[in-house]
């Protein structure tokens, strides 16, 4: 998708992670590591993005993206607007469109856009005014782009060199938005093995993924991995009929501690959240040494200020 660079090749939206080439991916994640700051450190406090104003418009429930890109604003002296889509005039029938120009018109930089429907962030970012920036915060099952960079950043950050590397991406892929984006970004900056893990319910058709391992069952799945990454099933992108029962999921699927002996002896274990704790993972690998759960929240905060930072710099 062209239309999120700039004639200069800056990046203008952020809409997906898909044919962004490796140095632009891996300036963002430079920069983002120059934001992350330990939990006893003071958070960055700058004015980098004084006189911009950024909107959140959330369309789907969101904890840590809504949250983190908020306080990736604010830490860089931007001015927030925070609208629930449930309580906005799209309930009463207004379009997205015209709830952007609405926005625009009270002077507006930065859209970050949570969307159930396929397409909607594109629409959007192919009519706002040409100082608007778009970037999306979760597009139906397709992209979460900021997901997929702070994923990336807490590898490298854990692991060094993605070239060595085997990434398991475990669960609901068919639904995942995560997934994807995870898969661009690890694809683009080199990963040596990238294998999704999943029942067939929930393994993509053959012609997404390209490139990557497939596996139907855990064990093999997570055999030797240095990254496992576990994921949520997407019952609300799918039929409340073909949602699995929670056991049987659980012992078929789910992280226990027993299965993580099969990964590399320090193989890291992530999840996005929200976690549903005792079927995709058990409590104890979530809250054991192996988790890097915490550490990908941080990483969203520093992963999001370079994101509002790069799409507004030219300003
Ligand atoms: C994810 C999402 O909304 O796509 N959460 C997140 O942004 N960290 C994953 C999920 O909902 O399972």
Redesign the pocket.
Known sequence: MSQQLRQDGSLRHLITLEGLDRTLLERLLDRAQTYVRTLDERPINAQLLRGITVANLFG??????RASFELAARRLGAEVLNLEVHLSSRTKGETILDTVYTLQAMHLDVLVL?EAEPGVPALVAAHVAPHVSVVS??EAHLS?PT?GLLDALTIRQRKGDLRRLKVAIVG?IEH???ARSAWHALATLGTGEIRIVAPPAFMPGPADFAGCARHETIDAGIRGADVIMM????K?RMAAVSVPDAQTYFSQFGLSSERLTLAARDAIVMH???MNRGIEIQSEVADGPQSVILQ??SN?VAVRMAVLEAVTRRR
């Open positions: 789907e429930p969101s904890t840590r993206t949570r915060a979760g979460h997901q609901d995942s938005r995560v994921l949520r099933i997407q609300e996005p959240g929200p990908q929240v969203g």
